[in-house]
């Protein structure tokens, strides 16, 4: 046997495994007998799992490998050098118990390094060359050298899976050392680097064969989280879709087509009938600009509309129109007239135009259903329903003077708001009865015209009634002026008792009843206090004004007239005067 130190190649197999004249068993019986008899089975103890040491300066001897498998001052897998001072040595086994194989010693500088064959599944492994000579190196702490058994002439054992390979207690330091967890070539047969975590991996001769371990385990770990991520959402959103459905999936009833046909005389019928002859008005000026409703009068192009959608446009300012169908036209005004509130307007070269049907707001009732059409707030062809609420409520709007527009209204609760001035108000059978003009605001004040600095609707809307429009719009088109019927008084506007007072002189500074007018003609004379209009109680100048502007010039007037206590009654024919 060659001295500790010196370069010893490994025994042969057949060598290492007889004693004296028997054959010597791979491995130690096993007490328990157990499977399969004879050589390590899937349950013998795998080696400790250890990592290659670093390779010793020239001259300095090696650490031997603890119990826990790391060596002293080795480099961790990946080839990292583990930072610390070394551990202790571990002693040695007891003899006859299998050391733990030593990680691969590098040669001394200057030494070539023997190469170890990879042994071929089937066939034996080939000696290790003789190791070049070199200086003695340095034993290894606490080992201690064990006889060499006699070589006795032995058939060739056949290579058996798994066997553990008999090797010297103490290898030389410069022979070729095993790989970790892998024992030298018996019989043909070598252990493969053993991971009871992991699969088997390759020999190597030239590093660790558990260098990509950690990373593919990695790999395994972080493939493992995103699995049960994408698992744990699909499961959560498939459970939740469970909890809502039950499984199935929902599909809610609804109701299949239907005829779009709708009674005429329904607020849809109504509304089908007059939308095609209303239009939106916007004005531009100077200073102002404004947007309103009209309607379509006939196949010329005439439309009315109210006195007060225009006025912003002035005389020379810009009026177009919108129909139904989106269309728009260019406008110039016809006709105007303040104290009726009133407008025809006119477009050109519009084919395809649809008049409205005029009513009769004589046989209006209260509580018959009305319906009204305008662009409040220029939200074109809006519909809006409501009744009749009252009859010749005596309005007025406007400013002061000329402008002051005095309507014998109807009054109606359908919406009506900015924007819908001059719009129509039509009955059961889509025939216009009135044009809106007026709403009554919510702060309590007076009447005013439509749009007038109003928030909106209350359920208080007024409208000119249709025959008097309809007179106004005639005189406008045939004349482009209307006449107010009168009456040939002047009427005292701060009085504060129960009707209507002439004054006793009139407004430029003459008499205040005109001679030769319709009053002077019915013996009506300054101070006298006009009760009733054909019976229709008067409480003040401004209603008096309404009646009599409900009425044509030539219409025969009864009235109750106050004098000096004392009721009488007069007749007078009403006169005519210039709308300016």
Known sequence: MPPVGAGAPVQDAAEAATVGDAPRPLHDPDPYSTPPYGEP?????APPVQHPMAT?????????????????????????????????????????????????????????????????????APAPASPQPHPPAQPQPHAQPQPQPQPQPQPQPQPQPHAQAAHPHVPAPHAPAPQPYAAAAVGGGAWQQYDPWAGPVALSHTGSGDGGR????????????????????????????????GGREIELSQAGPESTHRDPGSIAGIARTALPGVVTIHTKGDTEQGTGTGFVLDGRGHILTNNHVVQPAGPAGEISVTFAGGESADAEVVGHDSGYDLAVIQVKGVDGLKPLKLGNSENVQVGDPVVAIGAPFDLANTVTSGIISAKERPITAGGDGSDVSYVDALQTDAPINPGNSGGPLVDAKARVIGINSAIRGADGGGSDEEGGGQAGSIGLGFAIPINQAKRV????????????????VTLDMAFGGDGARVGTKGNSGGPAVSPGGAGAK????????????????????????????????????????????????VTLVLGSADGD
């Not at 300066?57 to 490998?65: I, Q, S, Y």
């Not at 086994?93 to 691969?104: F, K, N, R, S």
């Open 41 to 45: 089975g899937p349950w013998a103890l």
């Open 56 to 124: 010793p300066a020239h001259g300095t001897p090696a650490g031997g490998t603890p119990a826990g498998g790391t060596p002293a001052g080795g480099t961790p897998a990946g080839g990292t050098p583990a930072q610390g001072p070394a551990p202790e040595p571990q002693p040695q086994p007891p003899h006859g118990v299998p050391a733990q194989p030593q990680p691969h010693a590098e040669p001394p500088h200057g030494a070539q390094a023997p190469v170890q064959a990879q042994p071929q599944h089937g066939l034996p």
């Open 214 to 245: 950690p990373r593919r385990r990695r790999a395994l770990v972080l493939g493992a989280v995103v699995i049960a991520l994408v698992a744990g959402g699909v499961g959560g959103a498939v459970g939740s879709y469970l909890e809502r459905t």
């Open 473 to 488: 719009a005639e005189e406008l088109i045939n004349t482009g002026k209307a006449t107010h019927p009168v009456i040939g």
């Open 522 to 569: 019915a013996g009506i004379e300054p101070g006298d206090v006009i009760t009733a209009v054909d019976g229709t109680r008067v409480h003040s100048g401004q209603e008096l004004i309404v009646k009599v502007r409900s009425h044509r010039p030539g219409d025969k007037l009864d009235l109750s007239v106050e004098r000096d206590g004392k009721q009488r009654k």
